[in-house]
């Protein structure tokens, strides 16, 4: 739709210019850093960061009610930089301008709701957000949107040049990292650091197909991640992982979407979002919470976080009710099926902890909550959903499971409506899903298939008697004896009588 073509009360906001002052706000001494340069934790007091727009004051010249509609009618642009995660510019990156944002389809994702089925077992009604969708199948995508834009610029309008993206991974944050550096072709080279056998093949594949350097270490992911920190604070790389701050910027675009997808009317809404390193809860957070204080939502949802068992450190710490008593401390992890979400020690857990305390100052103490559910859960969770019309991965399993566990212990008030997020694709994590049908996990997983969400193909075994295709070319009294065999055999496997 042409520019021309909308209401001239909206026009001129439709295409939006660089503006806004950004500072990077340490969580912890509060000390404030430019932009201008690349920076991942305070140099005071080493803590993480936060991007803050310090002119954030003039949005609110803005109704919350125009607001929608300039993000409405935003979305019926053909501008690819407004397409993506940057239909909410003036929300996530006011100062990056348009022709350095880089789109490769990112956003915008379904929300597909549960069938009757599936919302009887979960307890409640929900949606899946199937960020699985994104270009490289993984909710990853949205960061390194914002994350690439703010490099593409800095190599447009500084000089920057020579730039060498590292990252530690699961399998997600590599396969989007990779991916969109090999977009940016000029000045920027990858490399991921994984988990020696502790990703999937499809997803050591992906970075490897974009280009990537693919370093394998033995270990965690957590000791990937020291290795990497260590590489941002000794040598001149861009650090990926959720520690860039620009990363969480980007994946705010979760909650903008779904704010849009529901008309704005989040109040009864309960998001639940698996927890791995931290940095999608965070974004999650800060995203509704930016909304509400432009009075774009009037009310906030619930927001749910689910961990594993195996990987527990932000439930374990929520566990302890009276603030003062709590202590972080991070776990060991065990083997996970929500191999994305496997983490002991999340980068992003300093700023965990303060938006919980903000929001829950904004919402009530039951606006946020989190869980645990056991690694059983996970993988009948993620079946029943897939079974069912979804394209779940595990940890939108996780998620499934969550919500399903809260409306058992009546933590979900009634008459509420769920989202879920699904991270990434089905696809990826294939490997668990053959593990569970041929009864081959692992003991430490602790998971033992229920034969009824159990499945194998049938191999039709065809005689001596009977030609067949597959060993010499058949003529065609053969090939129809085949073909009155083979039916048979299927008809009879199938239930089938004839009509």
């Not at 998001?271 to 940095?279: D, L, T, Y």
């Amino acid at each position: 739709m042409k520019l021309d073509d909308f209401p001239a009360e909206i026009q001129s906001y439709l295409v939006p210019q660089p503006s806004g002052t950004y500072l990077y706000r340490c969580i912890s001494c509060g000390a404030e850093y430019g932009v201008e340069k690349l920076l991942y934790t305070c140099p005071q007091c080493r803590s993480v960061l936060l991007i803050k727009d310090m002119d954030w004051q003039r949005l609110k010249h803005i109704p919350g009610t125009m607001w929608r509609k300039i993000f409405d009618y935003r979305g019926m642009l053909t501008l690819p930089a407004v397409r993506g995660i940057y239909r909410f510019h003036e929300l996530l990156g006011s100062i990056i301008p348009l022709d350095s944002v880089i789109y490769l389809g990112e956003g915008h994702t379904p929300v597909v709701a549960g069938n009757e089925r599936l919302s009887r077992w979960a307890g409640l009604p929900f949606y899946f957000k199937n960020d699985g969708q994104n270009p490289s199948a993984s909710f990853k995508d949205r960061g390194m949107a914002s994350a690439f834009s703010y490099l593409k610029q800095l190599i447009q309008h500084q000089g920057l040049s020579n730039i060498l993206a590292v990252c530690a991974s699961t399998g997600d944050t590599s396969a989007a990292a990779a991916l969109y550096a090999s977009y940016l072709v000029n000045g920027v080279t990858s490399a991921v650091l994984l988990p020696q056998g502790k990703v999937t093949p499809q997803q050591l594949g992906q970075p490897l197909g974009s280009g990537a350097q693919v370093i394998e270490i033995p270990g965690v992911f957590d000791d990937c991640m020291k290795v990497v920190e260590y590489l941002a604070e000794n040598f001149p790389v861009a650090l990926m992982n959720s520690k860039n701050a620009w990363r969480i910027l980007g994946q705010e675009s979760y909650s903008y979407e779904i704010a849009q997808a529901f008309d704005y009317d989040v109040a009864d809404l309960v998001v639940v979002v698996p927890i791995g390193n931290a940095g999608n809860i965070t974004a999650v957070m800060e995203g509704f919470l930016k909304l509400f204080d432009l009075q774009i939502i009037t009310g906030l949802p619930i927001i749910l976080g689910v961990q594993s068992e195996h990987a527990n450190p932000v439930f374990l710490y929520y566990l302890e009710t009276d603030p003062a008593k709590r202590r972080y401390r991070a776990v060991s992890v065990r083997p996970s099926v929500a191999q994305a979400a496997m983490i002991g020690n999340p980068v992003s857990m300093p700023r965990v902890m303060r938006l919980v305390d903000e929001y829950r100052r904004a919402a009530g103490e039951n606006a946020i909550q989190v869980l645990e559910v056991s690694e059983q859960e996970i993988m009948d969770a993620m079946l029943m959903a897939n079974r069912n019309g979804h394209i779940a991965c595990t940890q939108g399993g996780e998620c499934l499971a969550g919500v399903h566990k809260a409306t058992q212990l009546g933590r979900i008030p009634p008459h509420r409506l769920a989202v879920l997020d699904a991270t990434a694709h089905a696809m990826k994590f294939a490997m668990f899903q053959e593990k569970y049908f041929s009864d081959s996990f692992e003991p430490e997983f602790e998971v033992t298939p229920r034969k009824e969400l159990q499945n194998a193909p049938h191999l039709v075994h065809i005689p001596d008697e009977v030609p067949r295709p597959d060993l010499r070319q058949l003529n065609d009294e053969e090939f129809r004896a085949f073909v009155r065999f083979t039916a048979g055999v299927v008809a009879e496997l199938l239930g089938l009588k004839p009509g």
